[in-house]
């Protein structure tokens, strides 16, 4: 019989005890008393108790953890779960979504020396507004705020000719069908959707699903067209969910176990008990001289009378005191041990979030970490390459390739100044440093428009003449009689003899 068992029945034996003890007059059992108002104290809590995340027993999750390929529903449940109650999880993988910037352009490449160039300029403004129209930095962000938590992202493309949006598809409806382009494909399995919610699916969706009702189409399984539909997924090695962070499960578990401690250990240091002294038979070994309904009488007049923090415990033969249950001895910080080992478990620098010493530790934790989010810029690249080839843009005499700059709320200052130096030197990134500065080719081939016919900048927005912006045909600085100050001696002096004529 293990502890767990054998403490359960005890704690049965000492409840029947003290039952039959205040219902039959029977003398009462204080040490099963004493163990009662002890595990009351101290293991009466069913928030610890319980072993339940969400909708399963962390055995099931941990089993589910040891066998991911078969039981990925249970950690995608658990990981769903933990973002909703767990702070420390939301931030962990909020850290990584909210890492993205998103700045993005679009190259050229393979252009043949018969290439038409107004043919060539007309097509990559035409790519540049569709690109602009599709809301890229919105819809990727959506995206990426699931994939951590989650691991993958299955999406429909939903467009007119004006509006764009991705909606997402449950992936405990979906599979991972095959790769194109580097990328996966999804299939729906047409028979999980309901009736009810056909409506918020797209027209293509809903008509193949009328058409698999009708017996018009036989499987089940319906693949999107490429153009689409979209699905990344962060752990791109595994053809199966694994959330990045799920493995933090326990580690999560163990500090909210603490800060439940935490909070039961100081209402157990607040709590006292009052020994009351039963008086007893002198001549005869452990008689009460009173009868326990008698004393039951007075314990509850007792009772009534003191705050609920206080207890009282009858006892035979000892003199009467108070007790404290506060633990002195235990001195380390629980909550805090088990913070760390969170952060260390994610292998997030902790720096992050509550200071370090160390900016270098830092800087090179965060460039590590955005190996993550550079990954994931690598599989949106490829979707809006596959768009743009499947869509027709690219032509026979030149070709279009969509980039993403490896850029991060951390290092954007830097790629910034990578580019501007860059561009210093002559070297042709004049569209990167643009993009750095979250300029959209759109936004870049209007903006002389906007500048000059629409604001006029250079004709309406002259700033001040001063010595920052302005220079004379003569060297030096600025004399003293152009500022309409007067000259000291000495200045007077190196006037009258032309010092500086040469200077």
């Given at each position: ?19 039959n ?5 029977k003398?009462?059992d ?6 009662l108002?002890?595990?009351d104290l101290f293991?009466?809590n069913?928030?610890i108790?319980s072993g ?6 962390f ?22 779960t ?8 939301y ?5 990584y ?8 352009g ?6 043949k020396e ?11 403004s035409?790519l540049?507004?569709k690109?602009e129209?599709?809301n ?6 959506k995206i ?5 938590y ?6 429909l ?14 992936f ?6 095959k ?5 996966y ?25 009328l ?9 089940h399984?319906?693949?999107?067209p490429?153009d ?11 053809i199966?969910?694994y ?13 909210d176990?603490?800060?439940?401690l ?8 607040n ?7 039963v008086p ?11 009868t326990?309904?008698t004393?039951s009488?007075?314990a509850?007049?007792?009772?009534n009378?003191m ?9 035979l ?13 235990n001195t380390?910080?629980?909550?805090s041990?088990?913070?760390d ?5 994610s ?7 509550n200071g370090?010493?160390s ?6 934790s ?9 990954g994931v810029y ?6 809006i ?28 200052d830097?790629?910034i100044?990578?580019?501007?130096e860059a561009c210093?030197?002559?070297?042709n ?6 993009a ?6 759109a ?8 500048h ?12 001040l003449?001063s010595?920052y912006n302005?220079?004379?045909d ?15 001696i ?12 040469d200077?």
């Amino acid at each position: 019989m293990n502890k767990k068992n054998r403490q359960s029945n005890y704690l049965k034996k000492d409840e029947k005890s003290f039952n039959n003890s205040i219902m039959n007059s029977k003398p009462i059992d204080y040490s099963a008393f004493k163990r009662l108002m002890v595990y009351d104290l101290f293991a009466n809590n069913t928030l610890i108790e319980s072993g339940f995340l969400g909708h399963y027993k962390f055995e099931d999750i941990e089993y589910a953890l040891q066998h991911p390929h078969k039981y990925w529903r249970v950690l995608l449940s658990a990981s769903e779960t933990l973002m909703k109650i767990s702070p420390h999880y939301y931030r962990l993988n909020n850290y990584y979504s909210n890492m993205a910037l998103f700045c993005w352009g679009v190259d050229l490449y393979d252009v043949k020396e018969s290439v038409n160039i107004e043919s060539l300029r007309k097509a990559y403004s035409t790519l540049s507004v569709k690109l602009e129209n599709m809301n890229l930095k919105h819809e990727f962000s959506k995206i990426f705020k699931t994939l951590p938590y989650q691991d993958v992202f299955c999406g429909l493309v939903v467009e007119n000719q004006t509006d764009f949006f991705i909606q997402q598809v449950n992936f405990s409806i979906c599979k991972l069908y095959k790769l194109q382009d580097g990328l996966y494909n999804f299939a729906i399995d047409l028979t999980k959707i309901k009736p009810q919610n056909l409506g918020s699916y797209p027209d293509y969706v809903q008509q193949i699903w009328l058409d698999f009702r009708d017996g018009k189409v036989s499987e089940h399984w319906y693949l999107p067209p490429s153009d689409k539909q979209i699905c990344i997924k962060l752990n791109s090695q595994w053809i199966y969910p694994y959330p990045m962070l799920i493995n933090l499960v326990r580690d999560i578990l163990d500090l909210d176990l603490y800060k439940k401690l935490k909070l039961q250990s100081a209402k157990t240091d607040n709590y006292k008990a009052i020994m009351m002294e039963v008086p007893i038979d002198k001549n005869t070994v452990d008689k009460p001289m009173i009868t326990p309904e008698t004393l039951s009488i007075f314990a509850e007049i007792n009772r009534n009378s003191m705050p609920n923090d206080i207890g009282l415990i009858h006892t035979l033969g000892s003199e009467g005191k108070a007790i404290s249950f506060k633990d002195s001895n235990n001195t380390r910080n629980n909550v805090s041990d088990a913070l760390d080992e969170v952060y260390n478990s994610s292998g997030i620098s902790q720096e992050l979030y509550n200071g370090s010493s160390s900016g270098t530790a830092v800087n090179l934790s965060v460039e590590n970490d955005s190996g993550f989010v550079y990954g994931v810029y690598r599989q949106f690249e490829r979707w809006i390459n596959r768009f743009i080839k499947i869509r027709k843009y690219n032509k026979n005499n030149f070709k279009f390739n969509f980039y993403l700059l490896d850029t991060t709320i951390f290092n954007r200052d830097n790629v910034i100044k990578k580019y501007k130096e860059a561009c210093t030197l002559g070297i042709n990134v004049i569209d990167k440093f643009l993009a750095s500065l979250d300029m959209t080719p759109a936004r870049t081939l209007n903006a002389y428009t906007l500048h000059t016919d629409i604001f006029d900048f250079q004709n309406r927005f002259i700033p001040l003449s001063s010595s920052y912006n302005s220079s004379s045909d003569e060297a030096g600085r600025p004399t003293n009689a152009s500022k309409g100050e007067t000259l000291d001696i000495a200045g007077q002096q190196t006037e009258d003899n032309d010092s500086n004529i040469d200077r």
